[in-house]
């Protein structure tokens, strides 16, 4: 799918989690050629209950039909970033400052690969991760493979 379609998709998605008090998280199409999906991941501040993924879903359900950016057939689903969500960038870490975390690294960085920590603080292409034991360290985020929140920890 296109960049222009997932534009729309990113459009209309937002629109469907504000007319319903929430904030879209992402949205990803997977598949293709009359085998798509579109998962959207939903945040509220109060969380994320099934009743606010139904009616989420169904006002999109509503604006995609009147839109139709999606030629074939297609499903939507709509979820809940979950307690170990996925830190996308390094607003979503200052969004969570304070928090534990879990990171994976570019394996080409220091020879340790994974850390477990809270993010300390984040500047414009780094964030300092105070991790459970040893020192601080300012991490790039360019050497970031996957980072998430702990629910363990927070």
């Not at 928090?99 to 603080?121: H, W, Y």
Request: charge should be negative; include cysteine; aromatic fraction near 4%.
């Amino acid at each position: 799918m296109g960049d222009s379609v997932k534009a729309v998709l990113q459009e209309l998605a937002a629109e469907a989690c504000r007319l319903e008090g929430a904030e879209l998280w992402d949205l990803r199409l997977v598949g293709g050629r009359g085998r798509s999906v579109v998962r959207v991941t939903v945040e509220h501040p109060d969380g994320v209950a099934f009743d606010l993924l139904e009616r989420v879903s169904r006002r999109l359900s509503g604006l995609l039909d009147e839109r139709d950016p999606i030629a074939g057939s297609y499903t939507l689903e709509c979820e809940s970033p979950g307690l170990d969500r996925v830190l996308r960038n390094l607003d979503d870490c200052r969004r969570f400052l304070g928090s534990t975390v879990r990171l994976r690294l570019r394996p080409e960085v220091e020879g340790q690969r994974n850390f477990r920590g809270e993010i300390a603080d984040v500047a414009a292409d780094a964030m300092l991760l105070r991790p459970e034991d040893g020192e601080n360290r300012w991490v790039q985020w360019a050497d970031v493979l996957d980072l998430h929140l702990d629910p363990k920890m927070n």
